[in-house]
């Protein structure tokens, strides 16, 4: 009996109960559809995140202030008061893997312009930092390095806070007010985005001069983090091992003690993130099966409910000659086809889905047609799987007493 | 009343003697729970091929236990069953299988036929079992129709076909993977009697062209028309002879009143 044959048998016996079938199928397109949405939001947010990474330059190494126990965690992240400038002015002149620094301290402020004010993050730092992190400007520029030595009161504002506060209006050279005090807006940031890792806007974020920051703003000295940019990306992990070890020296942490800051290297953290949408990933996937499970268990309900209705059709196809063999090809082909309707829907769904979802946070779109083949075969395999044993049990009937069967 | 001349000489090209069905001592009980009911209680037949044979026998007799088992579909209690001098109860679920679809057409008592599943469809169910092309077996399918006399009711459903219609069309399924035995429980039971001479005209004819047919019917008009009558009673043959003057269905019908349209 040629395939065709039998799948013409199964599309209409399913659609004896167009209804019954649909609401077979919801269990499959649900989990098949989660997986496709999943995994394609998933892939969007990897390949933001390490694109949003390269982008900050794949040489750059974060020092923070701050104790980072053995479980990840960081501890007093920011209260400590460990890190300083000279241990910054330190780095540049000690280690040879470190190329550039900038130095950073952060609070954070209610920002007022005319009418409108806004709760925002604020950074101190030198100028050198935007260089280091290759962050250009779409309008005004930087302040300078005198702006830094004389503590001026100039801002650069990130695409966030532009759009909060001014609207239309051009704000390089308007006066804003931060915690009340007055600060001339020299640039505003290029937009970056939400930070895929962390989810955070990365334009919510005001600068300012690091000097007057700590004189006007927090009153501390204490630095709570030091950008640095290592001479090459290779140089990055010699840079790691540089700056660790000039300031547990500078520091006088004993040897088996933890530091009281710690260094982040790109790669790492681009590792840490994978390490997370990693887990995330597995964690979805593994609901979604539950679900792909459940559909399954819903198909093999259904089939036995057929196998029954059907008793007196099997009976009659065994009696005009069909062999075991053929009676449960057809009953396992009509499972399949069920699952394998249920998880196309479901790949459309979870494809309208994920494209909605990334659309909407700005990530690209990122299915691969192997992701769709595997749903595709996991389907058929799902059919397969729950359909077997009704199918069994319709090929072991006797066909006298299935013919008999009221 | 017209009567062929050499009431069983006129098979061309079959071997008459060559027994196709053998059956010894058949009995058939069934258990229903305490108790037993015995519905064949030792039938023997030996039937050759190219034989035109007629069952008879009360309701209850054990006339369609004994078709079910001719036709491989059940298996006797105890006793032999030989097709074609093979042990039936010695072959493989397979083989019977394949007995079923290309040996035997058998006409269910019931008719059973798909619902939902247009008449075309329904005579072609034996062809998608079969090793035959889809073309070949839908071109077959409606030579049986017509043959039945049903080629204009081909897409209709049995919902939409009379009783007797129902009947041709299980008739066409039983002989569209041309069979060497026919076995028919009732063919004609729900028939006016001008259309079943009609069938057993056809049945002439095919049993003219080599085909043996065993068929049980209540009507002793019916019955004259084949070559051989057998009587059921209790489970047991009580009488089997050779009809003498047997007519032809096709000379019958010409002496039938037309129907009034
Ligand atoms: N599956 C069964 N279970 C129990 N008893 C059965 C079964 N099938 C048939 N019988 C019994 O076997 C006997 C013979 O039945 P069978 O159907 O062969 O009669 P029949 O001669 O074909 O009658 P009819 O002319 O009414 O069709 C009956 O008494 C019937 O009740
Ligand atoms: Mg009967």
Redesign the interface.
């Known amino acids: ?2 395939l ?2 039998i799948l013409r048998i199964a599309m209409r016996a399913l659609a ?1 109960n167009k209804m019954r079938s649909v609401l077979t199928m919801l269990g499959i397109i649900v989990g098949v559809g989660a997986v496709i949405a999943m995994l394609g939001v998933g892939q969007g947010a990897r390949q933001t995140m390490q694109e949003q990474i390269q982008a900050m330059g794949s040489n750059l190494l974060f020092v923070g202030a701050g104790t980072v126990t053995r479980s990840g965690m960081h501890m007093g992240w920011g209260s400590t008061k460990s890190l300083t400038y000279t241990d910054m002015l330190a780095i540049l002149r000690e280690c040879p893997a470190a190329h550039a620094v900038a130095p950073g301290s952060s609070s954070s402020g209610q920002v007022v312009f005319g009418h409108d004010n806004w709760a925002t993050r604020l950074n101190g730092t030198e100028p050198q930092y935007f260089d280091i992190r290759s962050w250009s400007f779409v309008e005004g520029s930087s302040f300078t390095q005198n702006d830094v030595e004389m503590s001026a009161n100039v801002a650069v504002i990130g695409e966030t806070v532009r759009k909060n506060l001014f609207g239309a209006t051009d704000p390089v050279g308007q006066t804003i007010r931060i915690n009340n005090l007055p600060f001339r807006v020299t640039g505003v940031l290029s937009p970056k985005g939400t930070s895929a890792a962390m989810g955070d806007d990365q334009d919510d974020i005001i600068l300012v001069p690091l000097t007057t920051l700590q004189k006007k703003i927090t009153g501390q000295p204490w630095l709570r983090w030091i950008m640095v940019s290592a001479v090459s990306r290779q140089g990055s992990y010699a840079a790691q091992q540089q700056i660790t070890s000039l300031l547990r020296d500078r520091h006088r942490i004993r040897e088996g003690d933890d530091a009281d800051f710690f260094v982040r290297n790109l790669a790492d953290m681009a590792d840490v993130a994978d390490e997370a949408s990693r887990v995330m990933t597995l964690l979805l996937a593994s609901i979604a099966s539950v679900s792909l499970i459940v559909g399954g268990i819903g198909i093999m309900n259904i089939m036995l409910v057929s196998v029954t209705e059907r008793t ?2 099997i ?12 009676v449960q090809q057809q009953f396992l082909i009509e499972a399949v086809v069920l699952s394998l309707m249920g998880g196309i829907t479901g790949i459309i769904f979870g494809l309208g889905a994920s494209y909605v979802i990334t659309q909407a946070l700005g990530w690209p779109v990122l299915i691969s047609p192997l992701v769709i083949a595997i749903a595709v075969v996991f389907s058929m395999a799902v059919g397969v799987f729950f359909g077997f044993y009704p199918a069994r049990k319709a090929a072991q009937m006797d ?2 007493e299935a ?1 008999r069967y009221e | 009343m017209a009567t062929t001349s050499q009431p069983d000489a006129n098979l061309t090209g079959t071997n008459y003697h060559e027994t196709i069905i053998l059956a010894e001592e058949i009995h058939k009980y069934y258990e229903l729970g305490e108790t037993r009911v015995h519905a064949l209680r030792g039938a023997s037949v030996e039937i050759a091929r190219g034989e035109f044979v007629t069952i008879m026998g009360a309701s209850g007799s054990g006339k369609s236990t004994f078709m ?1 088992i001719l ?1 491989c ?2 298996k006797p209690s105890s006793g032999r069953y030989l097709l074609e001098g093979v042990e039936v109860s010695s072959l493989s ?2 083989e019977l ?2 007995i ?3 040996k035997i057409g ?1 006409v ?1 008592q019931g008719f ?1 036929l ?1 619902s ?1 599943t247009t008449a075309l469809e329904n005579v072609e ?2 062809t ?3 090793r035959i092309s ?1 073309a070949e077996g839908e071109k077959r399918s409606r030579e049986a129709l017509a043959l039945v006399g049903l080629g204009d009711r081909i897409t209709h459903f049995p919902s939409q076909l009379s009783g007797g219609q129902q009947q041709r069309v299980a008739i066409a ?1 039983a002989l569209v ?1 041309r069979p060497s035995i026919l076995l028919a429980d009732e063919p004609t039971g729900n028939l006016d009697s001008r259309t079943s001479v009609e069938i057993m005209d056809i049945f002439q004819k095919l049993n003219d062209e080599g085909l043996t047919i065993v068929l049980v019917t209540h009507e002793p008009d019916i019955a004259q028309f084949a070559k051989r009558s057998i009587q059921f009673r209790d489970g047991k043959i009580r009488r089997d002879e050779r009809n003498q003057n047997r007519p032809l269905a096709s000379e019958v019908i010409k002496n039938l009143p037309a129907l009034e349209d």
């Open positions: 009996m040629d065709l044959a004896r007196r059709e009976g009659l196809r065994m009696a005009i000659g069909a062999t075991e063999g053929n066909p006298i013919l | 079910n036709g579909l059940d679920k397979k299988a394949a079923r679809n290309r058998f269910f059973n798909l939902r169910l034996p998608l079992y079969a889809k399924r993977n």
